[in-house]
């Protein structure tokens, strides 16, 4: 069974970056949807961004133009750049994975696999 491993938060001021990165073992990554969600205290996990097995990529609006979903198939990893970034991205970024041609970008649900997490802040 796939694995996903995150890394690469912490905390930034805004308008600064950060890259997150996704180490996925167990199976080729190109076998599977990749997405990143973001989950806060109190709120449904929320989906930012999603990366097709054919290599298409899918945004939320909140953070298109300001995030960019990439794969290294080589490596096996998934990466969230993230620019410009605002308070209110501040969360737990959470990668996930699935085989299945039902990957909607924003449906926690469509996704069986998921990383351990990793805290992302965001202070003004």
């Known amino acids: 069974q796939v694995q996903l491993v995150e890394s690469g938060g912490g905390s930034v001021q805004a308008g600064g970056s950060l890259r997150l990165s996704c180490v996925v073992s167990?199976?080729?990554?190109?076998?599977?949807?990749l997405a990143w969600f973001r989950q806060v205290p109190g709120k449904e996990r929320e989906g930012l961004a999603k990366?097709?097995?054919?290599?298409?990529?899918a945004y939320a609006d909140g953070v298109k133009g300001r995030f960019t979903i990439s794969r290294d198939t080589a490596k096996n990893t998934l990466y969230l750049q993230m620019d410009n970034l605002r308070p209110e991205d501040t969360g737990v970024y959470y990668c996930?994975?699935?085989?299945?041609?039902?990957?909607?970008?924003?449906?926690?649900?469509?996704?069986?696999?998921w990383g351990q997490g990793t805290q992302v802040t965001v202070s003004s």
């Open positions: 167990g199976d080729r990554l190109r076998e599977y949807c």
């Open positions: 990366i097709r097995q054919l290599g298409n990529t």
């Open positions: 996930a994975a699935t085989a299945s041609a039902v990957c909607r970008t924003g449906v926690p649900s469509d996704f069986g696999t």
